[in-house]
C-alpha cells in the first residue's frame, strides 16, 4: 500500500505569506505526527494526534503554527505569517496505535524556504 | 543572511568494511530508543530499535548497542555498501510519558567508498 504522503514537496514564500502543508498519512493509523527538520539537524517534534484529537502541540513554536486532523486521517499543518527561520523540512509521521512501539513511517516531507 | 551550515559528524568507510555510528542520549530517563536512517531527499526510515532492558539487539546487518551508565547508543553495520550512504539518527523516548514524543539527535553522514 502508499507509504505516507505529503504535499507540497516544495514551497516557496514570501516573509509574511501563509502557508499550508498537507499530510496523507497511512490509511487507518490513528497516530499523527508532525516534525521540523533543519538544514543539519535531526526532527524536532512539534505536534500529534490520536485520530482527530491533538494530544500534544507542546512543539510548536509560536502561535503562528496551527495543526488540525478534522477527521482523523488527513492533516494540515498551517504557518501564518511566516518568516525566514520558519525555512526548514516539515516532515509528517504516522504509526498504527499510539503505543510506543509501534513504528513510525515518515513521509519524504515539505521543504518550505521563506524569502 | 546567515549561511546554516553542515555541522553533521561524518563517517566514511570502504565498502565491505563494517561501520560504527556512536550516539549520546541526553535523557537518563530515556528507557526507548530507535535508529533511523535518512536518504537525500526522503523522510527518516526505521532500522532498528532497543528497549532499556537489553544491552545488544541484532538485525540484519545491524547491531544496536545500548550503554545506559554512559548514555551512550551505538549502530554497527556489517560489510557496509554503497546503499548504506545516508544520516543515520538515534531517537530517544521515555515509554512511561503519554504520546509517543521522539528526541532526535543531530545524526552522521554515513559514506560509502566503492
Known amino acids: 500500500g502508499a507509504g505516507v504522503s505529503q504535499s507540497p514537496r516544495y514551497k516557496v514564500a514570501k516573509r509574511g505569506q501563509d502557508v499550508a502543508l498537507r499530510c496523507d498519512p497511512i490509511?487507518?493509523?490513528?497516530?499523527l505526527f508532525w516534525y521540523q527538520q533543519a538544514l543539519g539537524q535531526g526532527p524536532e517534534f512539534l505536534t500529534y494526534?490520536?485520530?482527530?484529537?491533538?494530544?500534544?502541540k507542546s512543539g510548536l513554536p509560536s502561535d503562528r503554527f496551527f495543526a488540525e486532523r478534522p477527521e482523523g486521517s488527513v492533516s494540515t499543518l498551517k504557518i501564518q505569517r511566516t518568516q525566514q527561520e520558519d525555512s526548514a523540512v516539515y516532515l509528517c509521521a504516522s504509526s498504527f496505535r499510539l503505543t510506543i512501539q509501534e513504528t513510525q513511517y515518515f513521509g519524504p516531507g515539505t521543504r518550505l524556504l521563506v524569502l | 543572511g546567515e549561511s546554516v551550515g553542515l555541522h553533521l559528524p561524518t563517517l566514511s568507510v570502504q565498502e565491505g568494511d563494517n561501520s560504527i555510528i556512536n550516539c549520546a542520549y541526553s535523557?537518563?530517563?530515556?528507557?526507548?530508543f530507535i535508529w533511523y536512517k535518512q536518504e537525500s531527499g526522503k523522510g527518516p526510515q526505521f532500522i532498528i530499535d532497543i528497549r532499556s532492558n537489553m544491552d545488544k539487539r541484532q538485525g540484519q546487518r545491524v547491531t544496536v548497542l545500548l550503554n545506559k551508565t554512559v548514555k551512550h547508543l551505538s549502530l554497527q553495520i556489517a560489510a557496509t555498501q554503497p546503499g548504506d550512504s545516508a544520516v543515520y539518527f538515534c531517537a530517544e523516548t521515555e515509554m512511561g510519558i503519554t504520546g509517543n514524543q521522539f528526541y532526535f539527535g543531530t545524526g552522521t553522514s554515513l559514506t560509502v567508498i566503492p
Open positions: 535523557n537518563s530517563a530515556s528507557d526507548y
Open positions: 494526534f490520536q485520530n482527530e484529537a491533538q494530544l500534544d
Open positions: 490509511s487507518g493509523h490513528v497516530s
